[in-house]
Nanobody
Framework: QVQLVESGGGLVQPGGSLRLSCAAS????????MGWYRQAPGKQRELVAH???????NYTDSVKGRFTISRDNAKNTVYLQMNSLKPEDTAVYYC???????????????WGQGTQVTVSS
């Protein structure tokens, strides 16, 4: 099993910044892709950004140029730096990783519990 613990959410004014962190723990053999998804009220969960072990990144169009995803492989941690935040970025943000573990060597997706990000004046 892999446990993902997110932190860094909160309330911020439009134009402000937040940095989300997500640390993975457990009997991890390797983590390939780590990423962030978000779900706004009444909407489906959507990919925000993801990053491979080799630091290849992908962003949804609405956050390009404002958000930056990064990771620390030694700490099994992924970050999301969010700048120039807009009210439409308000959502619960979920951390995700695709990992192999001692108990389950076949890659499997794991999810964090979510952290609320609210952009409002």
């Amino acid at each position: 099993q892999v446990q993902l613990v997110e932190s860094g959410g909160g309330l911020v004014q439009p134009g402000g910044s937040l940095r989300l962190s997500c640390a993975a723990s457990g009997s991890i053999l390797s983590i390939n892709v780590m990423g962030w998804y978000r779900q706004a009220p009444g909407k489906q969960r959507e990919l925000v950004a993801h990053i491979t072990r080799g630091d290849s990144t992908n962003y949804t169009d609405s956050v390009k140029g404002r958000f930056t995803i990064s990771r620390d492989n030694a700490k099994n941690t992924v970050y999301l730096q969010m700048n120039s935040l807009k009210p439409e970025d308000t959502a619960v943000y979920y951390c995700n990783c695709n990992a192999r573990t001692v108990i389950r060597p076949v890659p499997k997706d794991y999810w964090g519990q979510g952290t609320q990000v609210t952009v409002s004046s």
